[in-house]
């Protein structure tokens, strides 16, 4: 998809995102070269709710991540997953006209459909100017065109329209907001300023209906919020990273990822616990060991993944299993990215323990995150 054409908002389906891409270029040679002033994630700041619900668009890139599972009233079992991300581009910003891409939204949504055998998926992004896209500050509220997900107070809705499917949800918060690493800041490699601001929302109860090919279907389940905004770009040696939440079936919470080098080794790793009941633990870089099993080889694409693994964070020890080992989205006409994103069973000792969302980035080419580079 691309900025452009009726509206200035077009989905997958339409043009081509180098029109984007023309925009951005044409802002960078029309005005001066003044520089993006970009403002640093610093240790020792934490994140403060309900005021960091909203958008901060002075950072590099942000985004409001929900994945979940859901039971349909056919006897269905549907994994969903709805992304925006707000990207300020490195682009001068001294233009004076209105269609300056300050900020872009991008927005992702997909859907798991083991019974149809496919992952359903589409992808928008416009320039966040004359109401075709935006992120309110005040609060979580971002949309691009008639896609949107909003929050009042505990309670947040997700509703797009997408392609050939759609979702209207509605997601009531059980538990209190969990902060990642210190006071929600989180570490992503050795250097302190590769860290990003990070707050998870699990245990979300979910309620509302999705459709495919027009037919529309009640869905109960449950769901997992993030939401991160930085400056840092990749670490030049890192190639991407594999991220998991899972909502524990005894009412706790697991968040782990790890970044990886060129080879595939670990260039670092953490993790959050909440066992039931009780404050987030942050789990050292050390204890934290994504072990790969089975992989899958995508028909599309040629990438190889590994859609089963081995999880240890501290003492906790977890098998991973896909719902279905086809869910691979491409998002090249918005992110420029291919990658891996589904859901996910927790097993101890091949008894069910929890449910949810494993991301794997960067196995095809190295991950470029939107509004920079790596």
């Known amino acids: 998809c691309a900025a452009g054409g009726s509206g200035g908002l077009v989905t997958e389906r339409a043009l081509p995102a180098v029109l984007l891409g023309v925009a951005v270029a044409a802002a960078s040679l029309s005005a001066p070269a003044a520089p993006v002033d970009y403002p640093a994630v610093i240790p020792g700041v934490e994140v403060r709710l309900p ?18 599972w859901l039971d349909a009233e056919d006897g269905s079992t549907l994994g969903f997953q709805v992304t925006f991300f707000r990207t300020r581009p490195d682009v001068p910003e001294d233009n004076p006209s209105a269609f300056t891409p300050r900020q872009l939204v991008i927005a992702h949504v997909a859907l798991s459909d083991p019974a149809h055998g496919r992952l359903r998926h589409d992808q928008r992004i416009a320039r966040a100017t004359h109401g075709l896209a935006g992120a309110d500050p005040s609060d979580t509220d971002v ?11 505990a309670r947040y809705r997700a509703r797009l329209d997408a392609s050939d499917f759609g979702l209207d949800l509605v997601l009531e918060r059980t538990q209190p907001p969990m902060l990642n690493g210190e006071g929600g800041y989180s570490q992503k490699g050795r250097l302190p300023s590769s860290a990003s601001y990070y707050y998870s929302v699990p245990q979300l109860e979910v309620g509302g209906t999705v459709s495919r090919e027009g037919v529309p279907v009640e869905v109960r389940g449950s769901a997992w919020l993030d939401h991160e905004w930085s400056t840092a770009l990749l670490e030049p040696e890192a190639r991407g990273w594999d991220w998991i939440g899972i909502n524990l079936d005894d009412g706790g919470a697991l968040m782990a990822f790890r970044m990886r080098d060129r080879e595939g080794k670990r260039l670092w790793a953490a993790a959050t616990l909440r066992r039931p ?10 204890d934290v060991v994504f072990l790969p099993g089975r992989r899958w080889t995508s028909p599309r694409t040629g990438i190889e993944y590994p859609v089963e693994f081995e999880l240890r964070t501290g003492d906790m020890a977890i098998d991973i299993e896909p719902l279905m080992d086809d869910q691979e989205s491409d998002s090249r006409m918005t992110t420029g990215a291919v990658y891996w994103e589904g859901a996910v069973r927790a097993l101890q000792s091949g008894r069910p323990i929890g449910k949810g969302y494993l991301e794997l980035t960067g196995y095809g080419e190295p991950l470029a995150l939107p509004g920079g580079g790596r």
């Open 51 to 68: 005021a960091d619900h909203g958008s901060h668009p002075a950072f590099r890139t942000e985004w409001w991540y929900v994945t979940g």
């Open 143 to 153: 949309w691009t065109g008639d896609w949107r997900l909003e929050r009042d107070g």
């Open 277 to 286: 009941g009780e404050e987030p633990v942050h789990v050292a870089p050390d």
